[in-house]
């Protein structure tokens, strides 16, 4: 028997699992996309079911498992969203954003101890994790332990700066698009935090907001 009479089918069925294991990803991401699309007009339960498939059809999806999570949270199922954010953590315990959403979880079922210690897991990886420190913060206030209550919300007030920034440059193309409303709507954060902004941030955003009321006017 010729060599080339055995290896071909071997080739063959490498060939096979590869595609079927293409094809499998594929329709993962197809379904996480489909799913998000759902979720973001607010259609959790039909959302669900498209995360769950993803999760089936890929188990290594760690975002589609945290979406999982999050839809179990809305729907009151906040054991079902905890026994999925477990299975992507004993994976990759370092997930900032499973670990963010366990201790969201913890967090809302009073119970702090346990929010607390997801919510350290995540900002040992992202120490600006505004979101996780707003939670830490309000754990600590409720303990009375204003010293870390406030080192959390003065991490918060730091990152101000940045999402001004952000806001203003969005206020910008929406002043180049002529929409005027839609730029002093982004610029309404500014005026909102102004005592805790940079001046340099706050010069800005006025400078701009003086500019859209002047080409307001004239269009």
């Known amino acids: 028997m010729k060599i080339e009479t055995l290896i071909f089918p071997i080739i063959v069925n490498i060939f096979l699992l590869v595609f079927q294991g293409c094809d499998s990803d594929g329709n993962a991401l197809e379904y996480y996309e489909k799913g998000k699309n759902i979720y973001s007009s607010q259609n959790v339960d039909e959302a669900l079911l498209y995360f769950e498939k993803a999760v089936s059809d890929d188990p290594e999806f760690k975002q589609a498992y945290v979406m999982a999570a999050k839809s179990y949270f809305y729907l009151n199922r906040e054991k079902t969203a905890l026994d999925t954010l477990d299975k992507v953590l004993k994976k990759y315990p370092a997930y900032v954003d499973a670990n963010f959403w366990a201790g969201k979880v913890y967090y809302f079922l009073n119970e702090h101890d346990r929010a607390e210690e997801y919510l350290l897991r995540v900002i040992d990886e992202d120490s600006n994790h505004i979101d996780a420190r707003y939670l830490l913060g309000d754990i600590y206030l409720k303990r009375g332990d204003h010293a870390r209550a406030l080192l959390n919300y003065s991490v918060i007030e730091a990152n101000l700066?940045?999402?001004?920034?952000?806001?203003?440059?969005?206020?910008?193309?929406?002043?180049?698009?002529?929409?005027?409303?839609?730029?002093?709507?982004?610029?309404?954060?500014?005026?909102?935090?102004?005592?805790?902004?940079?001046?340099?941030?706050?010069?800005?955003?006025?400078?701009?907001?003086?500019?859209?009321?002047?080409?307001?006017?004239?269009?």
């Open 161 to 219: 700066d940045i999402i001004a920034l952000a806001k203003i440059r969005k206020g910008e193309i929406f002043a180049i698009a002529g929409q005027y409303e839609k730029a002093a709507h982004e610029l309404s954060f500014i005026d909102r935090n102004k005592q805790v902004l940079e001046l340099q941030v706050l010069d800005e955003a006025y400078n701009l907001l003086s500019k859209i009321e002047i080409d307001g006017e004239s269009d």
